[in-house]
C-alpha cells in the first residue's frame, strides 16, 4: 500500500486494466466513467467508484484519463467544471488516450496557465498489454513531468518514452500507427498475391520473415488465418484492435499531416483502404485490423 491516490477516468478496455493494475500496486484508485458496468468491474478489481469525475479528481495526487477521442478529452479538462478547475495544484495530470497533437496542446496549456503539471503519455500494445501492465508509453512533456508520472507509468507498462514536449506523445503514436497500418496492408498484399500464385502461406511468411520484407506484422501479427495459431486472424479475427480504431488513428494522421504540411501518399492510401473496407460492411469496423487482408482476396473459411 502507498499514500498517494490516482484519479482515474475513462475505465474502458484499456482503462479498466490499466486503473486495477494501479489499486493492486497499493494505490488508492478514484475511478470515474459514465457506464455503470465500466465502474462495477473497476469496482471489483479494487478501485473506489465515484459517481463523477469531479469529486474523483480533487484529492487525487495524479489524475489519469483513457477516453475515446480528443474532443472527449477536451470537454473532460476544460472549461468551468473541468477537471484543471478542481485539480490539487500539486497533481499531475496524464492523458493516455490517443488525439490530435493540437488536443494535448490545448489541454497543456491550459494546465499550464493554472501552475498543473500536464503530460500526454498515448500507449502502444492493445488489451492484452494493458491487462499484463506492459504497456509501452509515449510521453509528451518536460523532463521533470514524465520523471514524476513513472511513479504510475511503471506500474501499467513495461517501456517508457519521452519524445518530447507536450503532444510530441501524440505525434508519436500517430506516426507509429500509420506506420502500423502500411506493413499491415503491404504484408497482406504480398501473402495474397502468394496465395493466388500457389504459395501456402505459411511458407511464404516464413521466408519473407527471414528475408528483406521481414516486419513485426509478419513476425508478430500474421494476417492470414492459420498461419499463427494465437493471432486475431486465426479466431476469425475477434478481439485485438478494431478497424475503426485503426481508422481513427489514420485520421489523426491525416489530420496531422495536413496541418504540418507532410507528405504521406502510403498513410493517406491506408486511410482510404482502411475506410472503404468499413464502407463495406459496418461489421469490419469491430473486427480486428488485420482483417484487410480480406480486401486482396479470399480468405478460408
Ligand atoms: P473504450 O471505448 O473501451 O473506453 C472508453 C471509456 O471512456 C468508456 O468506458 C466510456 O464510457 C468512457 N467515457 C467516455 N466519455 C467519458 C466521460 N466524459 N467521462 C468518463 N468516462 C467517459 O475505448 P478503449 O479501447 O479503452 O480506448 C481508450 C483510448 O485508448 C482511445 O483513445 C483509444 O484510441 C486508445 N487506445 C486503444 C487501444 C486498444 O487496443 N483498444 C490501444 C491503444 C490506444
Avoid at 496542446?105 to 500536464?118: D, P, R, S, T, W
Avoid at 503514436?173 to 503491404?186: S, Y
Avoid at 520473415?209 to 495459431?229: A, I, Q, T
Avoid at 475477434?238 to 494522421?253: H, I, R
Wanted: proline share 4%; with cysteine; net charge negative.
Amino acid at each position: 500500500m502507498n499514500n498517494k491516490t490516482v484519479a482515474f477516468i475513462g475505465l474502458g478496455n484499456m482503462g479498466g486494466p490499466m486503473a486495477v493494475n494501479l489499486a493492486k500496486a497499493g494505490f488508492t484508485v478514484n475511478a470515474f466513467d459514465l457506464s455503470p458496468a465500466a465502474l462495477d468491474a473497476a469496482k471489483s478489481g479494487g478501485c473506489e467508484p465515484f459517481t463523477d469525475s469531479s469529486a474523483a479528481a480533487k484529492s487525487a495526487d495524479y489524475v489519469v484519463t483513457m477516453l475515446p477521442n480528443g474532443q472527449i478529452v477536451e470537454a473532460v479538462y476544460l472549461g468551468e467544471n473541468g477537471l484543471l478547475s478542481v485539480v490539487k495544484p500539486d497533481a499531475l495530470v496524464i492523458d493516455c488516450s490517443t488525439v490530435a497533437p493540437e488536443n494535448s496542446k490545448k489541454v497543456g496549456e491550459a494546465a499550464e496557465a493554472k501552475g498543473i503539471a500536464f503530460i500526454d503519455a498515448p500507449v502502444s500494445g492493445g488489451t492484452a498489454a494493458a491487462g499484463a501492465g506492459t504497456l509501452s508509453f509515449m510521453c509528451g512533456g518536460s523532463s521533470e513531468n514524465v520523471e514524476r508520472a513513472k511513479a504510475v507509468l511503471d506500474v501499467m507498462g513495461a517501456n517508457i518514452f519521452h519524445a518530447g514536449a507536450v503532444g510530441a506523445g501524440a505525434v508519436a503514436k500517430i506516426c507509429n500507427n500509420m506506420l502500423l497500418a502500411i506493413h499491415m496492408i503491404g504484408t497482406s498484399e504480398a501473402i495474397q498475391m502468394g496465395v493466388k500464385n500457389g504459395l501456402d502461406p505459411k511458407v511464404l511468411s516464413d521466408i519473407m520473415l527471414k528475408s528483406s520484407g521481414g516486419n513485426w506484422s509478419l513476425e508478430k501479427y500474421n494476417p492470414y488465418p492459420g498461419v499463427m495459431e494465437t493471432v486475431p486472424a486465426s479466431r476469425n479475427y475477434e478481439g485485438g484492435f478494431f478497424v475503426d480504431l485503426m481508422l481513427k488513428d489514420l485520421n489523426l494522421a491525416v489530420d496531422a499531416a495536413k496541418a504540418s504540411s507532410a507528405t504521406i501518399p502510403l498513410g493517406g492510401l491506408a486511410r482510404n483502404l482502411y475506410s472503404l473496407f468499413r464502407e463495406g460492411d459496418a461489421a469490419n469496423g469491430r473486427k480486428d485490423f488485420s482483417s484487410i487482408v480480406k480486401m486482396f482476396g479470399q480468405i478460408p473459411e
